[in-house]
Nanobody
Framework: QVQLVESGGGLVQAGGSLRLSCADSGRTFSSNAMGWFRQAPGKEREFVSTISWSGRTTYYADSVKGRFTISRDNAKNTVYLQMNSLKPEDTAIYYC?????????????????WGQGTQVTVSS
C-alpha cells in the first residue's frame, strides 16, 4: 500500500527557510513523478511544484519561482521542497502527491496518492 509521509513544516518568520520532506513507501518511487501542493484556509488546493522521475525536469508555480526548489533522492524514496525567502502568504498546509506514471502534471486531479499534509506558518 502506498504511503506518503511529509515532515519539516513549522513556524518561521518572514524571510526564513524551511525544508519539507516526503517519504514514499510501497511502490516504485523512482519511476514516478512527484509534486507538492498547498492549501490555505478558505482557499482551494493549489499547485506548488512538480518533478519528473529522473529529477531533470521541474516546474514551479509563479508565486514560488526563484524561492522554492524541488528535488528528489530516489535511493531514499524521498522528495524535498526547499523553501527560502518565505512570505506570510506562503502559510498553508503543504501536501506531497505521487503519480502512478512518469508524466508530470500541474493539476491536483492528475495525482494518485496524497500525504496527510504538514503545516507551514510564516509570521510577519
Amino acid at each position: 500500500q502506498v504511503q506518503l509521509v511529509e515532515s519539516g513544516g513549522g513556524l518561521v518568520q518572514a524571510g526564513g527557510s524551511l525544508r519539507l520532506s516526503c517519504a514514499d513507501s510501497g511502490r516504485t518511487f523512482s519511476s514516478n513523478a512527484m509534486g507538492w501542493f498547498r492549501q490555505a484556509p478558505g482557499k482551494e488546493r493549489e499547485f506548488v511544484s512538480t518533478i519528473s522521475w529522473s529529477g531533470r525536469t521541474t516546474y514551479y508555480a509563479d508565486s514560488v519561482k526563484g524561492r522554492f526548489t524541488i528535488s528528489r533522492d530516489n535511493a531514499k524514496n524521498t522528495v524535498y521542497l526547499q523553501m527560502n525567502s518565505l512570505k506570510p502568504e506562503d502559510t498553508a498546509i503543504y501536501y506531497c502527491a505521487a503519480k502512478n506514471t512518469h508524466t508530470i502534471v500541474v493539476v491536483a486531479s492528475g495525482y494518485d496518492y496524497w500525504g496527510q499534509g504538514t503545516q507551514v506558518t510564516v509570521s510577519s
